[in-house]
């Protein structure tokens, strides 16, 4: 069975870090690229971030509104992936998802989280 | 960049069909695969369609997605509208490999 645990969020300072996990079980993580997506209370989702895998060299994309602050990063030997959320505003409190897409053919359907939920207020 | 645009909200009886439509701002939509999610309140999306119009395994087949070049959109189509089938939907593409959602559709099966 395959299952995806976020993991790492909280109640945080503006200004202040955190860092967040995927962990992914069965399935082979090193197959998969990793979003990133976040929900704002009562809002819409929005794409945070992607990495892709280490064959293609990880290459991460961003969103413009967290382009700078926010770094995803990957550790396939723990089938694990993060996302460091560094400088963090008030704006930024959100569930945050991530969601594993299969990057070989035949393809397979992406596959979600739970979420975790980061809030930024002092 | 592109935004992909859905209706607010929709609302059908039960036993009936609705259909959701995404529409893609500038650039195709066939330029890059459309999914759609299910999320009911206080859980995460779930995959409904994926490549426009590839279904998981366990997804009934009263889903179905499509994509229409003319009016650069795509949609997703319930058939046999059931009660449980009330949700928020999302559609989803991608732009340098990040996801775009549309702002999502709230059914209402009443």
């Known amino acids: 069975e395959v299952q995806l645990v976020e993991s790492g969020g909280g109640l945080v300072q503006p200004g202040r870090s955190l860092r967040l996990s995927c962990t992914a079980a069965?399935?082979?993580?090193?197959?998969?690229?990793i979003n990133w997506a976040r929900q704002a209370p009562g809002k819409g989702l929005e794409g945070v971030g992607v990495i892709g895998t280490n064959p293609l060299g990880a290459t991460t994309e961003y969103a413009a509104s967290v382009k700078g602050r926010f770094t995803i990063s990957r550790d396939d030997s723990k089938s694990v992936a993060y996302l460091q959320l560094n400088s963090l505003k008030t704006e930024d409190t959100a569930v945050y998802f991530c969601?594993?897409?299969?990057?070989?053919?035949?393809?397979?359907?992406?596959?979600w989280g739970r979420g975790t939920l980061v809030a930024v207020s002092s | 960049n592109f935004m992909l645009t859905q209706p607010h909200s929709v609302s059908e009886s039960p036993g009936k069909t609705v259909t959701i439509s995404c529409t893609r701002s500038s650039g195709s939509i066939d330029s890059n695969y459309v999914q759609w999610y299910q999320q009911r309140p206080g859980s995460s999306p779930t995959t409904l369609i994926y490549e426009d119009n590839e279904r998981p395994s366990g997804v009934p087949d009263r889903f179905s997605g499509s994509i229409d070049s003319s009016s650069n959109s795509a949609s997703l189509t319930i058939s046999g509208l059931r009660t449980e089938d009330e949700a928020d939907y999302y559609c989803?593409?991608?732009?340098?490999?990040?996801?775009?959602f549309g702002g999502g559709t709230k059914l209402t099966v009443l």
């Open positions: 969601s594993l897409l299969f990057q070989l053919m035949p393809r397979k359907p992406p596959v």
């Open positions: 069965g399935l082979s993580f090193a197959d998969y690229a």
């Open positions: 989803q593409s991608y732009d340098s490999n990040i996801q775009v």
